[in-house]
Each structure stands twice: as C-alpha cells, then as structure tokens.
C-alpha cells in the first residue's frame, strides 16, 4: 500500500491561556488524534467550537495560530515529517502542496490588492506555473466554480463581489497552484443558505474535477455528508468517532454523534393565532439617512401575547432593521406601530420609561452587548435598579431568583462575561431582559454564534420561559430548523418586504411562493445524496420552464 | 462625477478655509501684541504729530478689518509688504531663503521618508527580537537628544575631526547641485536623525496593527517569506496613517529648521525669521506665518489626499 498523502499520528496541541483573573496555564487543546488521508479522498472533521477541528486543519499546514504549539506526535505530509520542520521547509510546501480556504473569505482577502493576483500569488511564489499559465488556470476555475464573467472576474477588487463569490474566488485560489491537499475550514458557515448551497455544489464539483484530497472542517454534519468519504468526530480535542460517511450518519455508535445527528428536538405546538395582537406592525417603511431607497417597505405583521413570531430571512432581507425600528432606534417613514392597544411613538426619546421597560431585547453576540467590567449581578441589577428601584437585599435576592430562572446557579453572581461559556453569556443577557418584566423580547440571532447543542439549550429555555412568564418574542433568524423549533407564527422576508406570512403551519406548507421554496429547499438535509437531488430536481424545473 | 474626486475637491475646499482662518489668526494675534510700530520705528522721542503722520502714512489708522483684507489682498497677488527694520520688500527677501529652506529639507526629506518607512518593515520583521530593539534604542535616542547638541556633535566629528563636510552651510547660487549638496551635508544629517523615530514608530505601529488581520494569515499559508507578506501585503493596507505622520514631518522639516539653520549658519527662512522677530518686524512675522501656514495646512493636504487614494474601496466603487 502506497504512503497516504496526509498522515497524522497521536497529535498532540498545547497552547498558554491567559485566563482572567488566573496565572496563565497550559490547556491541551487536540489530543492524541491520529488521522490519514489518501490522495484524492475527502475527510470531514466535525465538531462544535473548542473540539479542535481548525486547529488540526492548520496543523496539516505545521501552522499554529496565536501561541499554538504542536508539542506532540507526528505529522507526515507527503511522506515526510512536518511537525518538526525548519521554517524554509514549511514555506515550501505551505501554498503549493497544501492550501488553506478560510470561513471568512472576506477577511481572508486583501483589501488593496485585486482578486487575480491574490489567487494565482502562489503558484508564481512557488514557480509551479508562469504568470500566464497561472491566469489560464484562474480563470478555468472561476468558470468551474460557475463565478460571473470569469475572464475578468480576476479584475476585480474583494469589496467588489459578494460574499458567495469571494468564497468561491478562495476556493479558487487554494487550488491554484495544484495542491495536493485542500483544508476547507467552514467555508461556506457564514453565507446565507441559498448561497450555501451553490457554494457547496461548486466545492464539490471542483474537488471532483481537480482530484484533490481535502480536509473538510465543519459543525454542520448535513453539509459534511454532503462532500466527504470518510468523517471523523471530534469534541474536546479528543476523537469521538471515525468511519465513512454513510455510517457516520446512518448507524452513529456513539452517544455525542448521536446527539449532533438528531439536535433541535424541540417538539413546539403551535398556539392558535387568537385574541387581541400585543403588537402590530402596519405599513411601516424605513430607510436609513439619505438613502434613496426604503429598507423596510410596506410591512404589516401582528404578534399575540405569550406567542412567538419568526422573522425568516437572509442577511440584507430587512429583518434587524425591523427590530430597530420597533425599538426605536429608527423612526419609521410611514406606517404605525401599536403596542399593547396603544400607538408606539416612532422615536425612542418620546418613549415612556414604562414603554422601554416592557420591550427588551437580546442580541446575537452575548459577548460585546455586555460590559466585560462589571459582574453578572451588576449586569442583571442594572435594570432592577433602574425600572423598579430595587437596593441592596431585595435586588440581590430578585437576581438570584433571575440566574435561577436561566438555570445557572449559585456562583455566578460575581463572575465576569470573560469567565462564562458562549451559551452561559447568552443566558445572562436573557436574564437581564427578564429582569425588565417585559411583555415583548426581541431575540435578534441570539443562537447563531452558538454552537447546535448550546443553541438547542438556549431555545428550550426561552419556550419555558415563555410558558412561565407569558412574554411574547419577535425571533428573528435566518435558520428555518430554529423556527420550526419556536415559532407560532412566521414571516418571511424579502429585500425588504414581507413575502409569506401566517401560522407556522401555513407558511411551512406547499404551495410555496418561488422565494420561500428556495429558501426551505436550500436547508441541507442529514442525508447521503441530498446535494445532488436538490440541484438535480432543479435543473429539472427550470427546464421545464 | 467620481466619488473620489467629489471627496478630494471637498477636502481641497476644506484646506482654503482653513488656510483663511489661519490667515484671521495670524493678522490678529500680531494686532493685539503689545507695542506701536510707529512708535518702534520713530523711537522713544516721536512727538504726537510726527507720530500721527507716520500712521497715516502706512495705513495704520484704517480699521483693523480693512487692513486686513488689504493684506490679504496683497498677499495673494504676491506682495508681502516691505520690512520695517530695512524697508526692503519681503517677498523678494523672502524668495531665495525659501529656496534654500526647501532644498534643505527636500534633501533631509529624501533621506528620512524612505530610511524610516525602510527601518519600520525591518522592525515588524524582527519584531521583538534585536534589531527591532537596536532601531528603537538608536531612533530614540537621537530624537530625544536635543537637535543643536546633534548639531554640535556631528559637526565636531564630520567636519572637525574628519573633515568630510564644511561645518558652515554656506550655499549660494553659484553653487553647483554637487557643492549644495555637500554643503548641506551636516544640516540635512541632523534633520534626518531628528524625524527619523517618530515616523519609523509610527511605520513600525501601522504595519503591526494590520499584521494582525486574517489576510496576513492567508499569505503566510501561501508560502512567502516574512519580509514579502509585510512589505507586499501589510503595507498597502498601512498606508494612510503613515503618510499622516510622513506628512507632519516634512512639515516640520520646512518649517521648524531654526536651531538647526542657526547652528550651521544656514540662509534660510528660519534665521530670517530670527533676526526679524528680534526686531519686532510685523510686517515679516506676519509674512512667514502664512507662509508657515500654507505649508502645514498643504502637506496635510496632502496627506490627506493620499490616505483616500490608497483606500481602494474609494478608488475602484461597486
């Protein structure tokens, strides 16, 4: 049997965290993972955040990022070691035997320099190919990666084109200079799903077209199972689980895959749309400055007490502008918002304290909407203090009651944002908008920096919550499996407008307008095939037509 | 029209007004120094009547706005008024000092400017380790040390000891370009130590700010070597807030010359401005402001114009 191309043998990572408040530690950030890859096959790692999956991605490249050390076990590459290797023996192989796509091409790609001469830089770098030879094969596989105009595509500078297409120009870029090897870390996580999806088909198609082997690192099993052979499980650094793809996904032996396989288990019942609406929202139009065109145009939604109302849509869709303008961060142009049977005033410093109180807000990134210098009974005091004058005893004994509510116990109280988990972070500022007593939260992305287990805890306890304290919630997301899980109602954005809306069961069932059938169709399925019968199915309508 | 061009007339517009309010400035803070400059010119024993003439005589009994735009005026077409100390006429005095001050620091300019734009990669380069730490401690050090000590010192080993250089900065226009430029050897050695750190600092600041960024990571991942990834891919992306500090510098190369155009006897504007300020001479104060002022407010001007033609989001629109 011939050496595989990529050979990783008890690796062990190491690096120093500088913890708050503590001495800096060593942590063991990836341990004791053997993997091998052949040529021309495609490994998928998965994983949530912290199991280690990029930095092993990076480690085929003997790179560590930040004070990362790769302090253990071998690492083969081509037959020889690379762990150990000098710094002109990893330049000589970074870049031309094995390449790197980042999850944000957008970051990934230098501002000042235009697109061509970032992508083919390698391969000249190295001397695989002369300028023109190199351009050629740019814009070959611009056009395999079905980019607009690919002649000229190169032409361009990276704030010129889409996200969608600058994952894809990364994509090209890292197969450039014939790699043997392709570490796709998350490459398609940050795009919406209906760009996702072409992204991951012109992967693939590429992959098959070029024999590369690759290292396909994701959270998301659906997507891996959409491009690799073999898929190895990872949490904390360890190995969970390793076999081909058809077993990882059919007959999963351990428990954690198990759970990854069948998250968002939420059974949700859909309340009955009846009664008087809390809020309504009534041909409301709203741009920003002196912008020549509405973001919001003509938006009527309602949502009853105790109820959970969804905004669906993709990024640019208008749905967090919705959410500014209900809080009155921006005063509509036209229409009117009602608010518990009263008329909402559009800005907010005509707004009665009464009026903030009883609509609070929690937003996607716990981290940056809390002050890293107070405590979380600081944090969660503020608003008791403030709506309620509660001092001393009494504030302290109503956070405790708050932190139970969120089921973080007893010592939390005086810790620091930088001391609590993603998820633990997220509960903290449900807490504080609890503290509030609203009758209406606005919960804009609150789970999509989370990872699916963190995120499936956060949504259960926003529906018992719910139970409990009666509050309605405005979700807005862009992930269908999160509104199936909490939504009693569904609105589905558009460029601005309200393109289906209704019971969930309504808008999730045919007949689908062209948008929302796109939209629901683009969301992988746990499924071997799923990629092909999506696309196939249609390449087959639009023949039709 | 092109947004860039909208952005650069904008900011050309921006820089006259404010050329203008300096020019309010100047006029007014000369008005409200202390003194008569009839007084000054006819001496202590003036009678009332004498004095009176004299005033009418150069228009100083006007009101102080019509004086002003008479200056300003005058100015713009060129006429900087005469010298009271020796009645000569200030733009003619003025114009081949100017001359020799910007020769001077054109040639400091183009040896500092590249030098520490050149030390700054070096540093990101070796950052933390010695010779980042040897071009901090030698770029410090010179621009902490006073400059007419810098002066002194080169002069005693360049000039005195080895004799490579003239320790007097004599230039006249009967110079060849190779005798100037000998000539101003010493001088432009100072003013190169003097601004070298602060621009090298900043160089050094900008470029390891943008090091930081996931593109940096990308062309590490390619392959390139070090100093190629700072140069080619960091400092395109560094080059507004270095071009800020290259500008202020240049600046201060035009115009804060002084002590080192007393130190070599240098004829440029600085001295000029010396004697004339010894004097009391308004006339000339007022003159080497605006000029002074133009200078600074032209190179951040610049400057300006630079950082928004090196941001390619402006440059190249959607």
Redesign the interface.
Known sequence: MPDPLLDIRNLRIEATVYAPGEKPRNAVIVDDVSLSLERGKVMGLIGESGAGKSTIGLSA?A?G?GGIRLSGGEIRLNGREIRLASGAT???????EV??V?Q?AA???????RLME?VT??AL??GVMTQAEAEARAVDLFRTLSLPDPENFGR??P??VSGGQLQRAMTAMALCPKPDLVIFDEPTTALDVTTQIDVLAAIKTAIAETGVAALYITHDLAVVAQVSDEIMVLRHGKMVEHGTCQQIIEAPREEYTRALISVRSIDHQEKSPEGEALLTVEGVSARYGAMAKDVLSDVSVALRPGQTLALVGESGSGKSTMARVITGLLPPRKGTITFDGKPLPGALKDRSREELRELQMIYQMADVAMNPRQTVATIIGRPLEFYFGLKGRERDARVQELLDAIELGEGFADRYPAELSGGQKQRVCIARALAAKPKLIICDEVTSALDPLVADGILKLLLDLQAREGVAYLFITHDIATVKAIADSIAVMYQGRVQRYGAKSQVLAPPFDDYTDLLLSSVPEMELGWLERVLDHRRMESAGN | MHPILKLVIQRLALGLLLLLAASVLIFVGTQILPGDVAQAILGQNATAEALANMRASMGLDQPAYVRYFQWLFNALHGDLGHALSNGRDIADSISGRMGNTLFLASVAAAISVPLAIFLGLLAVRYRDRWPDKLISAITLTSISLPEFLLGYVVMYFLSVKLGWFPSVSNINSGMTFWQKLNAVALPALVLTLVVLAHMMRMTRAAILNVMQ???I?????????RF?IIAR?AM??AIAPIVNVVMINLAYLVVGVVVIEVVFVYPGMGQYLVDHVAKRDVPVVQACGLIFATVYIGMNLLADMIAIL?N??LR?P?
Not at chain 1, 90 to 96: I, P, T
Not at chain 2, 217 to 225: C, D, I, N, P, S
């Open positions: 490249l790179y990022r990893l330049r000589s192989l970074r870049g031309k390449t790197y980042a944000s970051a990934a790609f230098n501002p000042a320099k970032q830089e390698a770098a190295h361009r500078y704030h010129q | 960024s996931a593109y990571e990308t062309a590490e991942l390619k392959g390139l070597r190629t891919h395109p992306n090196s390619p989001r190249h959607k």
